[in-house]
């Protein structure tokens, strides 16, 4: 058993309870360090509330998957709905319920979803090239599924490109592409190419134009050196697990051109971005790409596990039937969570109310530089970091783990703010719900300040 402390504060009973239960009842690598460590009762729209009754604003969306908030009613009602959880035989059984498992069988469901997937993406600018669905249950497994078959569409060429420092999961493929070269022992088919990290380190620096020589004089090196075996370029539309990093779209555009020029496929990973986040469904759109293969995960299901790789067809059927398949790929659930989630993108104004609410995150973060806490601020839309600046001899890892914890507890137990651990050790982010209401967000932001000018003051 551990000898690590669990978390606990004071007038938390329940909560504390539950923390050190944990401790001991599972391996702490599972579960990212947070100095919170919120234990959450129930969620409902953009809040959480503890077992002991305090509600905090969730600034997260759970790691940007509730984009349209915890629990929304209509969209559940919507998933029981496809699900046929409604009508109730008479003797107790369900009358049209889908089963949760179809392996090796096929639901109604599952080709409703891919018709649905499939025209919203063929719809969005930029989503010509997709026409199929390959369907996992994490993140991480669309990545692996995706890559396996770039590395098998043209024999021989099996190495691939990944932008450096970016995050694309920790398991197998996925995690060979996620860092640099530098921070484990490294698959040899993986090359890394820079990402412009100090080009868009603020808000106010990604405004200016980026020079792209380096980076195509990277990439020009790179085919000398390996044209013969590349097969794919993979990179996020930003870096997001690498600490909030937007670039300006021509970098993007450079390494699609590239892609197209070389014939390799062009992999945009999605997971984070897709269904909103950016401003449009779509991350493609917002940056103008026309990737030949889509990763889509978390808000894709608004909570119900589930993610796909999307793209092309050719691309796709190089892997042999089964090669993809898993217990869980195409569940109907995660089939109804999509349909419903989509359901809810098309019929409601989600998307404006989102751009709505990222005019007012953007000059709510942008403020916090005057506390003196925050020295970078980076995003768009409805996703945002925040860099912890140093403050004497505080490191900024330690003003943003105070921040943190300052949120948590709130102001006399209100307005409290449910935050995430520090991304690259010292980048806050801020990914509330599409849906929040502008108004409650804008209080919240105030407090952020009045939490920042605390902890600079300390
Ligand atoms: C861009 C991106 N790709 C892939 C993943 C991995 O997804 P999962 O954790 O569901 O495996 C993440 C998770 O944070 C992500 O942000």
Known sequence: MTDIQPIQFDGEDKSNSVRAK????????????????????????????????????DFTSGVLVANLGHNPVAWWNRVVGYLGLEAIKEGGEYANSVPLT??????????????????????????????????????SEAVQKALWAAIKYQPGKDMIIATRHGFHGKKGLAGAVTGSEEDKERDERVRFISFPKSECDDVETRKQPIDLKPYQQELDTLWDKHGDRLCCVITEPYLGGGGSYHPQKEYLQLLQAFCREHNLVFILDEIQSNFGRTGPMYAFSHYELEPDVVLLGKGLGNGVPVSAAVGRNDVFESLGYGEASDTWSANPLSSAAVVATLDEFETTNTLQKGSHLAGIIETGL???????????????????????????????????????????????????IHLLGALAGKVLRISPPLTMCPDECKAYLDRLYEVCQQVAAR
């Open 22 to 57: 944990i401790l001991q009842q599972e391996p702490f690598a599972i579960r990212t360090f947070t100095p919170s460590q919120c234990v959450i009762s129930h969620s409902a729209g953009s809040y959480h509330y503890t077992p002991e009754g305090r509600k905090l604003a």
């Open 102 to 139: 179809a392996y090796n069988a096929i639901t109604e469901i599952e080709s409703q979803s891919n018709e649905r997937l499939l025209a919203n993406l063929q719809a969005a600018p930029g989503g010509n090239r997709i026409n199929q669905i390959m369907w996992s249950a994490s993140g």
């Open 366 to 416: 942008i403020r916090l530089k005057e506390t003196g806490a925050i020295s970078k601020v980076r995003g768009e839309g409805c996703v945002w970091g925040i860099e912890c600046a140093d403050i004497g001899e505080r490191k900024g890892a330690v003003i943003a783990n105070q921040i943190i914890e300052e949120c948590y507890l709130g102001k006399d137990g209100a307005l409290a």
